[in-house]
């Protein structure tokens, strides 16, 4: 597949046209901002951090990249197709991705406030993300497509049965689509992992959200394990913007 670095950026500072010169991305009010040696960029200014150190943190990024790499998600990969700017809150997981490939342009920004000029793209692919449907109908194309990664009832629900003392109600699937987009399909991506070692369960643990909620019990519990078997369960939803 021919990848083509995506041009149509914006300053998140004032909303106007990116122009790379060099190894700086500068727009006309003068703003700049330096491409890294790893070949990102980070558009995500102070003022619209919620934190110092924003999204996933280095150690989740880690443990994220070496439970990939053991091709436990593939499946999932196989279903979602590739797009060619990539966007992500964690300096870290952009960082991450980087290294991994230099073709598209990684950027660090916030889906609250995406850096890219309106009506550019043909896809946004918001996969395990915070969904802001008002930003992706902006900077779709008439006719582009959002395709929502999600969680489904039953993920990784025996690793949650494990470090949690009771389940929480499932949360019923908003089927509400939208506003600005149509419903074009839904797909659910769902099988058995078997997951061998200590580490490799440690990284599935570190790499969600869980091992910060669960209490330290649930942890102990998780870290005694030499095996196990979760589901997967992915939801996949396909949009279309409104012409």
């Known amino acids: 597949m021919s990848i083509v670095p995506f041009q149509a950026l914006a300053c998140p500072l004032d909303g106007t046209p990116l122009h790379c010169h060099g190894s700086t991305w500068r727009c006309p009010s003068g703003h700049s901002f330096d491409i890294a040696s790893q070949g990102y960029a980070n558009l995500l200014p102070v003022q619209q951090k919620r934190s110092r150190d924003p999204g996933d943190s280095k150690e989740m990024v880690a443990a994220r990249r070496r439970f990939l790499n053991a091709g436990h998600y593939e499946p999932i990969a196989a279903a979602v197709s590739r797009a060619v700017l990539g966007l992500d809150i964690s300096k870290w997981a952009v960082l991450s991705a980087a290294k ?5 342009n990684w950027i660090v920004g916030s889906n609250a406030n995406l850096p890219v000029l309106p009506a550019t793209l043909d896809l946004v692919l918001c996969m395990f993300g915070f969904p802001v449907y008002g930003e992706f109908a902006r900077v779709l194309k008439p006719g582009g497509v959002l395709l929502q990664v999600d969680a489904g009832p ?11 003392p009771t389940l929480k109600p499932e949360r019923l699937v908003d089927s509400q689509v939208p506003a600005g987009f149509r419903s074009l399909s839904t ?3 769902r099988f058995p992992l078997a997951i061998d070692g200590a580490e490799q ?11 910060y909620r669960a ?9 005694a394990l030499s095996a196990l078997a979760v589901t997967v369960d992915v939801r996949l939803a396909r949009f279309g913007r409104d012409a």
């Open 100 to 104: 991994q490939d230099k073709r598209p």
């Open 154 to 164: 039953d993920h990784l629900r025996e690793l949650r049965e494990i470090i949690y």
């Open 187 to 189: 797909e659910t991506v």
């Open 201 to 211: 369960i440690a990284d599935l643990l570190a790499m969600t959200p869980h091992l």
């Open 215 to 223: 209490s330290a019990e649930g942890r102990a519990r998780a870290a």
